[in-house]
């Protein structure tokens, strides 16, 4: 089970850190990923990690201003957003899927497990 938390209300410029807690799997075992998805727009990749948490890649429209992390001994994976901006309005999920890391950006709908979202609001 994925648990996403942290989300919220904010100004442009502010900071968020979204958690998504593991639960009931071996967090080490899988590549996570942030997704997002905008009011009437389709969902978009955002952030992988690797299992070992060597590898990290980015969509464009966040590198720079977001990093991706996990805690193995707390289960949970991290995606801290610095510099918010109204484009980033959205609802947050992350996910799991045992593949590498590297397929996981074309993936935006076919992860092996999924968490409920988190809303990020982000007004200017």
């Known amino acids: 089970q994925l648990q996403a938390s942290g989300g919220g209300l904010v100004q442009a410029g502010d900071s968020l850190r979204l958690a998504c807690a593991v639960s009931g799997r071996t967090l080490s075992r899988y590549s996570m990923g942030w997704f997002r998805q905008a009011p009437g727009k389709e969902r978009e990749f955002v952030a992988v990690i690797s299992y070992s948490g060597g590898n990290t890649y980015y969509a464009d429209p966040v590198k720079g201003r977001f990093t991706i992390s996990r805690d193995t001994a707390k289960s949970t994976v991290y995606l801290q957003m610095n510099n918010l901006k109204p484009g980033d309005t959205a609802v947050y999920y992350c996910?799991?899927?045992?593949?590498?890391?590297?397929?996981?950006?074309?993936?935006?709908?076919?992860?092996?497990?999924w968490g409920k979202g988190t809303e990020v609001t982000v007004s200017s």
């Open positions: 996910a799991a899927d045992l593949k590498p890391w590297t397929v996981v950006p074309g993936k935006s709908s076919g992860m092996e497990y």
